[in-house]
């Protein structure tokens, strides 16, 4: 079956401006989860759905990030007013989430460019 | 305050040869540990992961290493192929299992 996509896979947009990443998880995969990597960083967590829920928001940045699952499927992780230092690559995984520690499927990323 | 730290940004090995990568964490909750492997351009492949409850775990050319007292886990490729250049990741995971904790990463390059 298909892995993990994500659209679009390249975006630059100016300062101030809104964006929406999506991602399409692997079918049948009840975890989501949304990442970021700044150049030259590791991979920083950013939400987790379980279903359609967000138990864990923790490491959203700002209130200018939101996300939102629908159908326990599709994510959109949704950027306001952006600021430069939001460019990075932010990369989706999902998982069956069936024990702590399964493997987590990425995808290839957007890349974001803030101007 | 880093959890998980790959204190070596770069490593370069002679293909033949072995390749050993190093992580270390802070954390003792942490239950599961896990090394990706990441091309550029590409999301990260997962390539192995291992349990506390184990102290090493083997899969063809990878094996990971795990000692829970030094918080200190590695992971070791043998024979290292040019293919294996790529930057590796090591996450970790608590029993609740809902994110990974990553770290910096660790570049390889294996030179034929």
């Known amino acids: 079956g298909a892995g993990v996509s994500q659209s679009p896979s390249n975006k630059v947009t100016e300062k101030g401006k809104d964006v929406e990443l999506r991602c399409d998880p692997i079918s049948g995969h009840t975890a989501l989860y949304w990442y970021r990597q700044s150049l030259g960083q590791g991979l920083e967590f950013l939400i987790y759905?379980?279903?359609?829920?967000?138990?864990?928001k923790s490491g959203l940045p700002s209130d200018r990030f939101s996300a939102e699952r629908t159908g326990g499927s599709v994510s959109t992780l949704t950027i306001q007013r952006t600021q430069q230092e939001d460019s990075a690559v932010y990369l989706c995984?999902?998982?069956?989430?069936?024990?702590?520690?399964?493997?987590?499927?990425f995808g290839p990323g957007t890349r974001l460019l803030v101007l | 305050d880093q959890q998980v730290k790959q204190n070596s940004p770069s490593l370069s090995v002679q293909e033949g040869r072995i390749s050993i990568l190093n992580c270390d964490y802070t954390?003792?909750?942490?239950?599961?540990f896990l090394w990706y492997k990441k091309y550029p351009a590409e999301g990260p492949t997962f390539l192995i992961s291992?349990?506390?409850?184990?102290d090493k775990n083997e899969d063809g050319r990878f094996t990971v290493f795990l000692n829970k007292s030094a918080k200190h886990l590695s992971l070791h490729i043998v024979p290292s192929q040019p293919g294996d250049s790529a930057v590796y990741f090591c996450a970790a995971s608590n029993n609740a299992g809902n994110m990974l904790t990553f770290g910096g990463g660790t570049r390889l390059m294996v030179k034929p």
């Open positions: 995984a999902s998982s069956l989430a069936r024990y702590p520690g399964e493997t987590q499927y």
């Open positions: 759905f379980q279903g359609n829920s967000a138990p864990d």
């Open positions: 291992i349990s506390s409850i184990k």
């Open positions: 954390n003792s909750m942490f239950d599961y």
